[in-house]
């Protein structure tokens, strides 16, 4: 059943929508949690799964920092794919009411996580960021994903963004424009960029049928 799902779609995921979700994979299991609380559109499920998962690939241990997180459920799913995350902090400039919900059906799944994602309503800009932290994040749009990048710049760890709302009026192309469209300049600039700062940068995509701001960066300081 799963085949035929629309992964873009931003549609919410209700309980009775269980029975697309079978079987016994983490992934299934995670979505089954997701549909439980009953308020994520179902695009959310898959870039935060499809993100954490090539992220923990590459990158394991270490606290979490999750910018501009919105519901944060990138967060937990980083934390049950890699159990050496103790924990992992959410930063966003408002709590949305999902985030509680999706924890709470996410723990009663998995108690072993309890307690170890907390929320931080701030701005970017102004997140502590603990010694040896992954900060990573999912659509923090625009310039806000070039705040992410400083702030891993500026403290020295490993970074993990899917960028998405490129703006090209703030957002910097590198005089790439005019051989390739406008976002793929900002990210490949991102990427020049974090080279440029000492970064050994690694760039992915998750699936296109998810969403098609898929391009995933990933940066550690050298
Ligand atoms: C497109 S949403 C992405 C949310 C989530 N990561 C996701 O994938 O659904 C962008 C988020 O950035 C947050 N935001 C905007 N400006 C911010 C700032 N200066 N500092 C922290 N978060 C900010 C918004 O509140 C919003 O939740």
Known sequence: ???NLDKSSRSVLFR??????GGDTLFARVARAVCEAECLPRKELFE?????????RKMRGGPIVELAAGHGLLSAILILLDDSTETATCVDIQRPPSHEKILASLEKQWPRIKGRVRYVEGRIEEAKIPIGALLASVHACGRLTDQVLDLAINSRNRVAVLPCCHDLETCDTGGLAGWMDGPLAVDATRVARLREAGYRVQTLKIPEDVTPKNRLILGWAE
């Not at 009775?16 to 979700?21: L, P, Q, S, V």
């Not at 935060?48 to 992220?55: H, P, V, Y």
Request: a positive charge; glycine letters at 12%.
């Open 1 to 3: 059943m799963m085949d």
């Open 16 to 21: 009775g929508n269980t029975g697309h979700f």
């Open 48 to 56: 935060a799964w499809e993100t954490a998962k090539r992220i923990r």
